[in-house]
């Protein structure tokens, strides 16, 4: 390799720590000081695109899933509400593997076990659920490591398929029925505070 191609894949890592720490640090704004439910994905997407962003298709999911649950969330600050009813997504794996052969992504897979078990030392979720079926095992063993015990519920990928985004909806709305309802006051459009593009022009939506 040349001294120009060395430096381009330098420069190449170097931009993708700086978009990982970035996303990083914007989830982290986002987690709640009690953790009830800790989604677990594989890992952010090549794209670009992340939850935490407002811009994926897992995030579109989880949101009709809540709103299905709960309908006055449909006109609030989605990820505002769900950090507030005590939730908090995070990835098995530090950095993109979607576009990587399957060898070197299971790899990334089994290095990440030990972060996420770190992850569940530290806060201690009452339930975890796996956004992707293909990394239960990996999400299990993380549990085993971090002594965790509690329920733990493996939904299939919801971005793909219509069918997989339906039966995301079904499975995870009953569950936050019954896990969530003691947060929901928590949401301030449940007291009739404006969402944010209301606020910000000083219009307030009428009450209807």
Same mark, same amino acid.
Request: hydrophobic share 35%; net charge positive; proline share 7%.
């Given at each position: 390799?040349? &001294? ?19 996303? %990083? ?6 987690? @709640?000081?009690?953790?009830? #439910? ?10 670009? !695109? ?13 949101? %009709? ?5 709960? @309908?006055?969330? !449909? ?11 005590? &939730?908090?997504?995070?990835?098995? &794996?530090?950095? @993109? ?6 060898? =070197?992504? %299971? ?16 806060? =201690? /979720?009452? #339930? ?6 293909? #990394? ?10 971090? !002594? ?7 939904? /299939?990928? @919801? ?6 985004? #339906? ?12 896990? &969530? !309802? ?10 009739? %505070? ?11 939506? /009428?009450? /209807?």
């Amino acid at each position: 390799m040349n &001294c120009s191609a060395d430096g381009n894949v330098k420069r190449a890592a170097q931009a993708e720590r700086k978009i990982t720490f970035s996303k %990083e640090r914007l989830r982290r704004r986002h987690r @709640p000081r009690r953790v009830i #439910i800790l989604f677990v994905g594989e890992a952010p997407p090549a794209s670009g !695109r992340f939850f935490y962003q407002a811009d994926s298709g897992l995030y579109r999911a989880i949101r %009709e899933a809540f709103v299905e649950a709960f @309908p006055v969330l !449909r006109e609030s600050p989605f990820l505002a509400s769900f950090r507030k009813m005590g &939730c908090y997504l995070v990835d098995l &794996c530090g950095s @993109p593997v979607d576009r990587w052969n399957p060898g =070197r992504r %299971e790899k990334a897979r089994r290095d990440g076990e030990t972060r996420l078990s770190n992850t569940l030392k530290q806060l =201690r /979720p009452e #339930i975890v659920v796996t956004v992707v079926r293909s #990394i239960a095992d990996n999400v299990e063993r993380s549990q085993g490591k971090a !002594r965790w015990s509690g329920l733990h519920i493996k939904l /299939p990928y @919801p971005g793909r398929w219509h069918h997989h985004r #339906i039966v995301f909806v079904r499975a995870l709305a009953p569950l936050l029925r019954k896990n &969530c !309802r003691r947060n929901i006051t928590r949401i301030g459009v449940e007291h009739n %505070e404006p969402p944010l593009s209301h606020r910000a022009t000083g219009k307030v939506k /009428p009450t /209807p």
